[in-house]
């Protein structure tokens, strides 16, 4: 699996948009982007993927650059309820491709 | 719909003991996988199962093992636990096999003494 760099921590002000950056310079081009989130004594929860194109869904943007290399998860307006660790993930979408999680970043929103 | 229910929560066990721990996922889902997490390695991938069958494995010794029922329904369990076996263990299921979407469990927080 390919790897993906994040900063480790970031901080945020309340309902401030949030910009997190992903890292993945090897990515391949069966690769899809996902993004997962672990609240505070939860197990990780799926926030959105994407290939190509730029993605949106109720909970966050996913912004992937022209060369693929680099993508941002876009959470429009921080609230308290999202501190988490936040996991930029590399998968092929051939079966048998389990989630390779990484360090992640934590982010702190401050009210 | 109700999510995935991992139980127990909370077990503690003493080493050299075995543990199962339980997994049920969505209903209609048919994938599970096991994750453990620790603070010092993360996130690692155990297993996954899928219609009853192990189809992916973790790098992790024979003392891990698992099974999945033909209502979907998944257990794991440590033999001769080790106090490294410490962690919390998580369980995903989705819809098809690995898919985009996976919804884990709270977890169950294995403390081994």
């Known amino acids: 699996d390919a790897k993906t760099t994040q900063p480790n921590s970031m901080e945020s002000n309340e309902e401030e948009p949030v910009h997190l950056p992903c890292n993945h310079s090897?990515?391949?081009?069966?690769?899809?982007i996902h993004w997962y989130r672990q609240l505070p004594s939860q197990g990780p929860e799926y926030v959105i993927h994407?290939?190509?194109s730029n993605v949106n869904n109720r909970m966050a943007s996913l912004a992937i650059a022209e060369d693929r290399k680099s993508s941002t998860l876009i959470l429009h307006r921080a609230t308290l309820r999202d501190a988490a660790v936040y996991y930029c993930?590399?998968?092929?979408?051939?079966?048998?491709?389990?989630?390779?999680f990484g360090p992640g970043t934590r982010l702190s929103v401050l009210p | 719909k109700a999510g995935v229910t991992q139980t127990p929560r909370y077990l503690i066990k003493t080493r050299g003991q075995q543990v199962t721990l339980s997994c049920s996922p969505i209903?209609?889902?048919?994938?599970v996988s096991w994750y453990q997490q620790t603070p010092g390695q993360g996130l690692q991938f155990l297993f996954e199962y899928f219609s009853e069958t192990q189809r992916n494995k973790g790098n992790f010794p024979g003392r891990f093992s698992g099974r999945q029922f033909s209502n979907s329904r998944s257990e794991m369990n440590v033999s001769t636990l080790e106090l490294g076996d410490s962690a919390l263990y998580l369980c995903a299921s989705s819809l098809v096999r690995q898919g985009p979407e996976a919804f884990f469990g709270q977890g169950t927080r294995l403390t081994v003494v």
């Open positions: 209903s209609g889902h048919r994938s």
């Open positions: 090897t990515i391949s081009g069966t690769d899809y």
């Open positions: 993930i590399l998968r092929a979408h051939n079966y048998g491709q389990n989630f390779v």
């Open positions: 994407g290939l190509t």
